[in-house]
Structures are given as structure tokens and as C-alpha cells.
């Protein structure tokens, strides 16, 4: 078996953070120096790239895009088209440009957007209705001397716009005031809901949660807030440019000095994202739409997937946990599981998409656990391959388990603070007469149930040889621990126990150690599934996988 380490939410993590730009500039066209050239657009997860205006020029017959200002006309204007595939208000501004452009930022711009008045004559600057334009927005996130520019309009699906992006005025634009970046982001009419986890800190409940976030055709949201086990219910009307910010009071107790405000910012244009800010730490989370499909157009990754760690001899949390993830038609995703540390865990969410990534969906979800005191973090990616049964599917099943207080316990006595990566495909019941445990097939059946050691919990690793029947059965060869394992081919789920006599914490005697475990399909090797899992523990759990026997002619 191979080893997987999960690289999507790291890499989200470095696009959010450090690929903004690349991103945007991959996105989005550098503007035209005249309407009949201008180039298409598309909604982006971010936004424009950098147009430099120094070697551009008004053509005949255009005039200012300041609409009733004749003076504002910077005479170097770029442009773009957008025909969107959504009805919505849209708003275009040049507020990246202080980001974007560096020490050569335009620093005084002007936005317009445009519709043909004839749609069956040629593009032209003549032939344009005018439908918005700004100069001077003034937005001072960048600088207080950066006079941006944005104006908002309702976009109609189909319709073509023409978007031209200038100087504020004759010679606004020069040699070291030539950059220009423009933003176009869309709240679509049409209600949708979006869904997102965020996280200040990973060991401190009240400082990760999820939103899930409904959005109404005309813009009037509510939402569901989750603050470690706080559940704040909010409601109001979007911005047209799909923005709102809240401020949530934190109650308490009589006499006690107050708390700062919880700070939310929502976007719910295609950007979509969710700002927390809470005693001065700030995150910026992904908001991802979720999916509609009905029952003539479902879903197409419908199944139910066995999801484990497969990391081989790992003595870390690492292969412990497992979680069957099922996929409805409907998108629908529950989540049922067991935790490395014996936890029965639940969850559910929907299949969502992020703009652009249509090969790749999301389905996060937050649970409060450990009677509210702690919580559990399905954070659910699925890859959409060329086949169904390759589908993958992968979590980062993150847990927060308080330490021990009244009563003491050596169980995890300092709580938990981490997390297993699992990962699995469609599960697929076995054929009357195959072996659940095809890597078993090449030996006749012959298997090692291997129980590695963790924490003085073991005097040395466990290696119990037994056969597996055709029936998928399970037979140990030897007695002596009183080994064994009962595999439900339906669901993929294995429970057994194994007897081992251990010196823990300076007590010596026999044990009963239950296991619990599940059949997952290699994501490297079609066809090929194996078992992990994991024994109980006295101070930690252990893990236990299968492996085939070795074979001696």
C-alpha cells in the first residue's frame, strides 16, 4: 500500500494566501485598445489581469466614460466583453489595481459598461447605450490618495456588455501611473446556497465553525453561523456587489469585562468567501455554491464511499478512524464513522462546486462534539475522474476533544488536537464467491492481521496469520489471543477482538481489545482493496491493518 498525503487543503491554503495574483492574471484578459477587439471574459475565482493604458488611445467618436462629466476622459481607455450565463447585478471596479499594479498603478480611474444599441449592426464606440459608470469610488483599503473606481448594474443572461476601463482625466495616465485592473463579480438572481468552514485557531472550539448561507433571487440571505458549539442565525439583504459585514455581540456574565464583537464578512458573488474576525485574529474562508440536480439530471458521483487512511505501519493517529461518506442522486452527503479514538461520528453536507473547478467538488461540514465541548470537521473533497468507480473521494476529518477534567481518565488524558486523512472510492459489495480482501487472492487467502504499537501499549507489535474463505470468512491459525474478525461484505465494516496480556501504567494482565475497522479500494490500484483499522486501547488506540501473508514454496 501506498501512502497518501493530502495536498488539497494545503494548496487551497496557498492560493488563498500567496497565489491571489497568479490566479487572477491566469483568469482574466488584458483589455483591448479598441471595442471591436475587445476580449471575451468569464467569471473567475478571483479577478482581472494588469492592462497597461500608457500605449492606448480614444478612437473616433468616443467620449468620456464618466457619463455627464465631458472633462473626466483619461483618452486611453481598454476594453472587455461579458455575455453572462446568469441573470444577476453585477459590479465591475478597478479596486485591485492598488494591488495589482505595483508602483505603476493607475491611481485615478474611470469604469463604464456598455450594450449595443443595435445588436445586428458592427461594434462600435457609436453604436453603445450607456448603462452605468463610476469615477472616484474612493476606496482607501489601499491608500488614502487611490481614487478607484464602481459602478453596478443588472446583467441579463445572454446580453452581451461592453466594459471600458480609462484615467479619471486628461493625464491621469503617464509613465509611472499606467496599471489598471479591473474586478467583475456577479450575484446571480436565482436562489442558491453556498457552504463553508473557517478556522482561527485548531485547537480552540470557539474559534472554528462553518456558515452555510441561502441566498434569495433577489438578494435577502439568512444563514447558519456555527462558532465552536454557538449556533447565530442571520438574516438581511445582500449589497448589489454581494457583500455583507455583521457584527455579532458575544454575551457575558454579569460583571465580567466584555468581549469584542464577532466580525463576519460574507461574499457571495463568484468570489465567495467568508471573513471571521474575533479578538483581533482574521480568516478568510471559501464559500462553496452547492450543487442542484434532480432526479432527470442527478448527480454522477451517487455512491457510497469507504474512506480510510492507508498509511502503511504508521504509529500516529494516522489509519484509525474511518467514514462512510453516501452520495445522493440529489447531491445529498451523509457522513457515518468511527473516530481514532472510538468515536461514532455523523455528519452531513451537500456536493457544492467552486467556480472554474468543475472536475472537483466540496461538501464541508461542521459537527459541536464531546457534549458540545468539542467539535469534528469533515472537510470533504470528491475528484471527478473518467470512470465512476474511480471517483475519488477524501476528508480531512478534523477533531477537537477537550482534556480529561472530572471525571480523570488515562484515555487521552490532554484531549485531542488533530486529525486523519482519509481517502477511498466507490465501495463495491464482492461477487458471491470473491474475496472481500482481493490483495489475499495471490496467497489463497492467506492473510496477517498486523496490530502495531502505540504509546507502551503493546510490548511489541501484534502479527495473528488466518485464512480468509471464499465466503469471507475469517479462520486465525493459532488460538491463543482468541483472535478474530467478522467482515459485513455489505457495508465493508469489520469488527473483531484479540486478547493481549500488557504491563500499561504498571498494571499487568490480560485484555480484551475490540477492533473496528473498514474494507477500502486502493486509489492507486484499481480492483485492489485492503482493511485497516483500529484495537482498543488502555491510554490510545492502536492501529491494525491486513496484509498478505508471505508465501515459502
Same mark, same amino acid.
Given at each position: 500500500m501506498k501512502s497518501f498525503h493530502t495536498l488539497h487543503?494545503?494548496?487551497?491554503?496557498?492560493?488563498?494566501?500567496?497565489?491571489?495574483?497568479?490566479?487572477?492574471?491566469?483568469?482574466?484578459?488584458?483589455?483591448?485598445?479598441?471595442?471591436?477587439?475587445?476580449?471575451d471574459v468569464v467569471l473567475s475565482e478571483l479577478t482581472s489581469s494588469v492592462t497597461d493604458l500608457s500605449g492606448f488611445n480614444y478612437e473616433i467618436g468616443e467620449t468620456s466614460h464618466h457619463f455627464g462629466y465631458p472633462g473626466n476622459a483619461g483618452n486611453r481607455s481598454a476594453w472587455w466583453k461579458w455575455t453572462p450565463t446568469e441573470s444577476g447585478f453585477c459590479t465591475i471596479d478597478t479596486v485591485h489595481t492598488g494591488l495589482y499594479g505595483g508602483a505603476n498603478a493607475l491611481r485615478d480611474t474611470t469604469v463604464a459598461i456598455y450594450k449595443l444599441t443595435n445588436p445586428a449592426s458592427a461594434v462600435s464606440v457609436t453604436n453603445l447605450s450607456p448603462l452605468a459608470s463610476n469615477n472616484n469610488y474612493g476606496h482607501y483599503f489601499y491608500s488614502n490618495d487611490y481614487t478607484f473606481s464602481k459602478a453596478t448594474f443588472y446583467a441579463a443572461a445572454g446580453t452581451t456588455y461592453?466594459?471600458?476601463?480609462?484615467?479619471?482625466? %486628461?493625464?491621469?495616465?503617464?509613465?509611472t501611473s499606467k496599471l489598471v485592473s479591473i474586478r467583475l463579480r456577479q450575484v446571480p438572481a436565482v436562489s442558491h446556497t453556498r457552504r463553508g468552514l473557517w478556522q482561527l485557531s485548531s485547537s480552540t472550539l470557539g474559534k472554528r465553525g462553518s456558515l452555510v448561507l441561502t441566498v434569495t433571487s433577489t438578494g435577502s440571505y439568512s444563514a447558519l453561523l456555527m462558532v465552536?458549539?454557538?449556533?447565530?442565525?442571520?438574516?438581511?439583504?445582500?449589497?448589489?456587489?454581494?457583500?455583507?459585514?455583521? %457584527?455579532?455581540?458575544?454575551?457575558?456574565?454579569?460583571?465580567?469585562?466584555?468581549?469584542?464583537?464577532?466580525?463576519?464578512?460574507?461574499?457571495?458573488?463568484?468570489?465567495?468567501?467568508?471573513e471571521v474576525q474575533i479578538d483581533g485574529d482574521v480568516?478568510?474562508?471559501?464559500?462553496?455554491?452547492?450543487?442542484?440536480?434532480?432526479?432527470?439530471?442527478?448527480?454522477?458521483?451517487?455512491?457510497?464511499?469507504?474512506?480510510?487512511?492507508?498509511?502503511?505501519?504508521?504509529?500516529?493517529?494516522?489509519?484509525?478512524?474511518?467514514?462512510? %461518506?453516501?452520495?445522493?442522486?440529489?447531491?445529498?452527503?451523509?457522513?457515518?464513522?468511527?473516530?481514532?479514538?472510538?468515536?461514532?461520528?455523523?455528519?452531513?453536507?451537500?456536493?457544492?462546486?467552486?467556480?472554474?473547478?468543475?472536475?472537483?467538488?466540496?461538501?464541508?461540514?461542521?459537527?459541536?462534539?464531546?457534549?458540545?465541548?468539542?467539535?469534528?470537521?469533515?472537510?470533504?473533497?470528491?475528484?471527478?475522474?473518467? %470512470?465512476?468507480?474511480?471517483?475519488?473521494?477524501?476528508?480531512?476529518?478534523?477533531?477537537?476533544?477537550?482534556?480529561?477534567?472530572?471525571?480523570?481518565?488515562?484515555?487521552?488524558?490532554?484531549?485531542?488536537?488533530?486529525?486523519?486523512?482519509?481517502?477511498?472510492?466507490?465501495?463495491?459489495?464482492?461477487?458471491?464467491?470473491s474475496r472481500i480482501l482481493n490483495l489475499l487472492m495471490g496467497t489463497n487467502g492467506l492473510g496477517v492481521l498486523t496490530i502495531h504499537d502505540s504509546a507502551g501499549e503493546l510490548a511489541s507489535p501484534i502479527q495473528e496469520g488466518f485464512t480468509l474463505s471464499t465466503a469471507n470468512r475469517c479462520s486465525f491459525i493459532s488460538p491463543l489471543r482468541k483472535p478474530s474478525l467478522t467482515i459485513n461484505t455489505t457495508t465493508g465494516i469489520v469488527t473483531g477482538s484479540i486478547i493481549t496480556t500488557d504491563t500499561?501504567?504498571?498494571?499487568?494482565?490480560?485484555?480484551?481489545?475490540?477492533?473496528?475497522?473498514?474494507?477500502?479500494?486502493?486509489?492507486?490500484?484499481?480492483?485492489?482493496?485492503?482493511?485497516?483499522?483500529?484495537?482498543?486501547?488502555?491510554?490510545?488506540?492502536?492501529?491494525?491493518?491486513?496484509?498478505?501473508?508471505?508465501?515459502?514454496?
Open positions: 487543503s494545503l494548496l487551497a491554503v496557498l492560493c488563498v494566501n500567496f497565489c491571489a495574483v497568479s490566479l487572477a492574471l491566469a483568469s482574466f484578459p488584458a483589455g483591448a485598445n479598441n471595442i471591436a477587439s475587445a476580449p461592453y466594459i471600458a476601463a480609462d484615467g479619471g482625466y %486628461s493625464g491621469a495616465v503617464n509613465s465552536g458549539a454557538v449556533r447565530y442565525a442571520l438574516a438581511g439583504q445582500l449589497d448589489t456587489d454581494g457583500t455583507t459585514v455583521r %457584527s455579532i455581540p458575544r454575551p457575558v456574565v454579569a460583571g465580567a469585562t466584555p468581549l469584542t464583537p464577532i466580525t463576519v464578512m460574507i461574499d457571495a458573488s463568484q468570489e465567495a468567501y467568508l480568516t478568510r474562508d471559501i464559500l462553496y455554491r452547492q450543487s442542484v440536480f434532480t432526479r432527470t439530471s442527478p448527480s454522477g458521483l451517487a455512491a457510497t464511499y469507504n474512506l480510510a487512511n492507508p498509511d502503511s505501519g504508521s504509529s500516529g493517529e494516522s489509519g484509525r478512524g474511518y467514514l462512510r %461518506s453516501t452520495i445522493t442522486p440529489t447531491g445529498a452527503v451523509t457522513l457515518v464513522g468511527v473516530a481514532f479514538d472510538g468515536t461514532r461520528v455523523t455528519g452531513s453536507s451537500a456536493i457544492c462546486q467552486q467556480i472554474g473547478r468543475p472536475n472537483e467538488s466540496y461538501a464541508p461540514a461542521f459537527v459541536p462534539a464531546y457534549g458540545n465541548k468539542g467539535c469534528v470537521v469533515f472537510d470533504n473533497y470528491i475528484e471527478t475522474a473518467t %470512470s465512476a468507480a474511480l471517483h475519488r473521494f477524501s476528508c480531512n476529518m478534523d477533531i477537537i476533544r477537550p482534556a480529561a477534567t472530572s471525571p480523570a481518565t488515562v484515555f487521552y488524558p490532554t484531549g485531542i488536537q488533530g486529525g486523519d486523512e482519509l481517502v477511498g472510492l466507490p465501495y463495491v459489495k464482492p461477487a458471491v464467491g500499561i501504567l504498571g498494571v499487568t494482565k490480560p485484555r480484551v481489545r475490540k477492533l473496528v475497522g473498514l474494507v477500502v479500494s486502493d486509489q492507486y490500484t484499481p480492483g485492489l482493496s485492503y482493511l485497516v483499522g483500529h484495537a482498543t486501547g488502555v491510554t490510545k488506540n492502536l492501529m491494525f491493518e491486513v496484509v498478505p501473508a508471505v508465501v515459502i514454496p
